[in-house]
């Protein structure tokens, strides 16, 4: 079995996901499946078909997160935190400060996992191309991305363990 690597919290916030799907969402769906019931006909019964159709959702929605949690190879960066900051080079886990050339604008991205990635808070899958470009790099160094519109260069200003 491959094992996914996590970071903490992405692991922390998973079990968290799971926990509510089985204590709260499964036994509200479970209620409106017997409420739906009680309106006769199953056959014609919308509210019942929409209920047992959710419940299929949720619970394929467990079973993929339960075997994310069983692939998981959880990844702690704050233990390289004793790294010289000159020294640190970019791995899963870390927070990668940016700086375009083109531009001079400055990002901020953390390299996570797949189930943790939202490029809207800065979490960027190890499996995109910048991502991949800015593995085993370290600060100062220069990064060409190549990217379906084509290329773009980022100067690595800071990699924390954070």
Do not use: W
């Amino acid at each position: 079995m491959e094992k996914t690597p996590m970071t903490v919290a992405g692991a922390e916030q998973l079990r968290k996901d799971l926990d509510f799907l089985k204590t709260v969402e499964r036994p509200r769906i479970s209620n409106a499946i017997a409420e739906a019931r009680e309106h006769g006909d199953l056959s014609e019964n919308a509210e019942y078909a929409a209920a047992r159709e959710e419940q299929g959702i949720c619970e394929a929605k467990i079973k993929n997160m339960e075997a994310q949690l069983a692939t998981a190879e959880i990844i702690d960066v704050t233990r390289l935190k004793k790294v010289p900051d000159s020294e640190r080079k970019v791995v899963f886990g870390a927070t990668v400060k940016l700086e375009r050339d083109d531009n001079g604008e400055e990002v901020t991205y953390k390299i996570v996992g797949d189930y943790e990635a939202d490029v809207t808070k800065g979490f960027i899958s190890y499996k995109t191309p910048i991502a991949r470009a800015l593995m085993g790099k370290f600060p100062d160094d220069d990064v060409v991305v190549v990217i379906p519109r084509g290329k773009m260069e980022y100067y690595i200003k800071e990699v924390l363990y954070i």
